[in-house]
């Protein structure tokens, strides 16, 4: 008979359901049961990522069948004092199963959101990354900013896609398009996008804590954090930071 340890160690192991698993079911000794609850919870796990990814899948090919390019577009950084908005627009191919467990950003850790945009990045068939920085925010002002840095990441895909699904926003381009709530919760590829801006803007802010390191852009990537506005209070704004937005505008 196998040891708690030993059959501990084959379940962490196993990906798959395999012929010694039945006397591990039935095998009485608590430290056996508590690992083959641990797999089977692991599996129950794995099951519903793969269900939630083929809902998305099917909800994005939806718009045109397994043939068709739909491209995906998210932002990430509307909110924060200081720092671009960064959009992308991401085409993903129709074999999609390397991404399963992808999510909004906003619901995966750092680590796993900069291993899926390695992924998106190796697998798409286009995508494209843009900045729209602080003075084009003060400018056209943080909602046209926005749309406007979507069309160019659309417009600059290699691929022309056929349709283009885009995170609670209408954008003024030619190709049909169809404006999601809540979309990478609901598409691959918008939630493709999430990954790709959300990643690009944290490198970027971390360049900056670099330049800037009293702002702890690092820690709060630009958002109003009481340790921003501190530092803010302290040193005034940079020019990365957004002059339109307060408590920024009071100071000038």
């Known amino acids: 008979m196998k040891t708690i340890k030993e059959i501990t160690a084959a379940l962490k192991e196993a990906e798959e359901w395999q012929d010694w698993m039945t006397e591990v079911a039935t095998d009485e000794r608590a ?3 508590k690992a083959w609850h641990s797999w089977n919870k692991r599996q129950d796990k794995k099951q519903q990522l793969l269900q939630e990814h083929q809902a998305k899948v099917h909800f994005d090919r939806s718009y045109g ?12 950084g509307r909110g924060p004092l200081a720092g671009p908005v960064v959009t992308a627009a991401v085409i993903l191919p129709a074999n999609c199963e390397m991404l399963v467990g992808l999510n909004d950003s906003k619901q995966l850790s750092k680590d796993k ?3 899926y945009a390695d992924l998106i990045k190796e697998h798409a068939v286009s995508y494209f990354i843009h900045f729209q920085s602080a003075q084009q925010i003060d400018e056209l002002n943080i909602y046209e900013a926005t749309k406007q840095s979507m069309k160019i990441s659309v417009e600059s895909l290699t691929s022309k896609p056929n349709y283009v699904l885009v995170d609670a926003m209408t954008l003024p381009i030619s190709i049909p398009q169809d404006s999601i ?3 990478d919760a609901k598409s691959l590829a918008i939630a493709a996008a999430s990954i ?6 944290d490198d970027y802010m971390d360049q900056l804590d670099k330049e800037f390191p009293m702002y702890g852009f690092a820690q709060h990537a630009g958002y109003g954090t009481k340790q921003h506005l501190k530092a803010l209070e302290e040193f005034g704004p940079t020019i990365h930071h957004r002059k339109s937005f307060e408590p920024i505008k009071s100071m000038f």
């Open 31 to 33: 430290g056996v049961q």
């Open 65 to 76: 069948g397994v043939s068709a390019l739909i491209a995906g577009v998210d932002e990430a």
């Open 113 to 115: 959101r900069n291993a």
């Open 181 to 183: 709530i809540k979309g």
């Open 196 to 201: 790709l801006a959300k990643t690009a803007r």
